[in-house]
């Protein structure tokens, strides 16, 4: 302002118009981020226990497809940001978007190569056959008392599950459908054990978080899971655990199915396992 006008503004001052805010565009900017970050944590979040995001699949699609979708989502959300013609509307929803962008970015990244990569498990030799002798035990259950048989009286056929350890969500998921299948393992004759290399007091808070009357049976000392080969070893200090695998065993003691996985995290659908038991425990139904 000059010194003969106070409070006047300078010549052509006058004529600057601040640009407009545009409030659609924030709108559909915020709306936007918002549906891609939460897409992105639900696939996070749930994929561990959901059989709709391909948990069991060796190539989980459907994840990958959400979080593809999540991404494109928050750039959508970027472009609009960026388009708004107010400055400090265009940094701010701007920086909410690409900072959007960013996390789903690294964090679907990491998603993607832990799944692909860090599921894997390590090199193994299953000592056991079709046909061979399920080996004899005596483990403690989550109640500290020792199971020495493998299948009870009445019952034609046992599925054991054995399973990494209670650290382990495809494990927690895996003994939740168990939980769920019992009643259907009984009425085929069949029941359900679970062994891992965990200490009987890891499976009793197991078995209470699941809510689950499985015996899991403690294999602490390894004294059957190393000679059938499925224990994974850790370098960095860590305890040993199991390496996943399910079997079929018939009334004498027989395995009849065997079933394992590249990775720890690929685990059979129930009306596979449903399909192993009946295969045994059908022919001895009138």
Request: aromatic content about 10%; hydrophobic content about 50%; glycine content about 8%.
């Amino acid at each position: 302002m000059n010194a003969e006008s106070p409070g006047l503004p300078l010549d052509g001052a006058d004529d600057w118009v601040a640009p407009p805010f545009q409030p659609v565009r924030a709108i559909a900017a915020i709306v936007l981020t918002a549906c891609g970050f939460g897409l992105y944590q639900f696939v996070l979040l749930n994929f561990w226990s959901s059989h709709a995001l391909g948990i069991h699949d060796a190539i989980p699609w459907p994840a990958f497809g959400a979080l593809a979708l999540a991404m494109g989502l928050a750039l959508a959300a970027a472009a609009i940001a960026f388009g708004i013609r107010s400055p400090h509307a265009k940094l701010a929803f701007g920086l909410l978007a690409f900072s959007a962008c960013v996390v789903i970015g690294v964090g679907g990244g990491r998603f993607a190569s832990y799944i692909m990569r860090g599921t894997l498990n390590p090199p193994y030799h299953l000592t056991l056959a079709v046909g061979d002798r399920f080996p004899d035990f005596s483990l403690a259950d989550q109640t500290g008392i020792a199971v020495h048989r493998l299948t009870p009286p009445g019952d034609r056929a046992t599925l054991v599950f054995v399973y990494r350890g209670d650290f382990c969500p495809f494990a927690r998921h895996e003994l939740s459908e168990l939980t769920a299948l019992a009643p259907e393992l009984k009425r085929a004759d069949a029941n359900v054990i679970a062994i891992s290399a965990d200490p009987v007091d890891r499976s009793k808070m197991l078995s209470g978080y699941l809510h689950t009357d499985i015996p899991l049976l403690s294999d602490e000392h390894e004294t059957i899971l190393a000679p059938m080969g499925l224990v994974q070893r850790h370098r960095d200090g860590q305890p040993d655990n199991a390496i996943p695998a399910f079997f079929v065993v018939d009334g004498a003691g027989t395995i009849r199915w065997i079933y394992t996985s590249p990775y720890y995290r690929i685990l059979p659908r129930t009306s596979d396992l449903m399909a192993a038991v009946r295969a045994v425990t059908r022919p001895w139904k009138k």
